[in-house]
């Protein structure tokens, strides 16, 4: 990861890679696509929870990803919430691996 300030340094953060990093896309309906205000709750075998929400854009002159970046670390994802912009829910057993695309349910209809 880079990042840079206005008339400052460049920095680069960088971190060994691990297999349990995942990267989970929302697709969402026509006029929101990326699903900007979704929220995901990944729960764990262990019964631990991890939410992430997708964001537009946050700080000065900058723009988030669509993508949600998740760390399972050991930890097995059993099951996936998501509560789309309007209100929506739909939730989603995990058997083996971790989907990396998710759908808002008026598209899988």
């Known amino acids: 990861m880079l990042i840079a ?3 400052g340094p460049l ?3 960088a971190r060994p890679s691990t297999a349990s990093a995942r990267t989970i896309s929302l697709v969402g309906p026509a006029g929101n ?3 900007v205000g979704s929220r ?3 729960r764990f075998e262990d019964g631990s929870k991890k939410s992430l929400e997708v964001a537009a854009g946050s700080g000065y002159l900058c723009q988030s990803s669509s ?3 998740l760390d399972t670390g ?3 994802v059993v099951e996936v919430g ?3 912009p309007d ?3 739909s939730v989603h057993a995990v058997s083996e691996n971790l989907p990396s695309v998710f759908k808002h349910p008026a598209l899988v209809k």
Do not use: Q
């Open 33 to 35: 696509s990326t699903a």
């Open 40 to 42: 995901i709750t990944v």
């Open 74 to 76: 050991a930890r097995k």
């Open 5 to 7: 300030t206005n008339d």
């Open 87 to 89: 209100g929506e829910k």
């Open 11 to 13: 920095f680069r953060f």
């Open 67 to 69: 993508n949600l970046s």
């Open 82 to 84: 998501i509560v789309w």
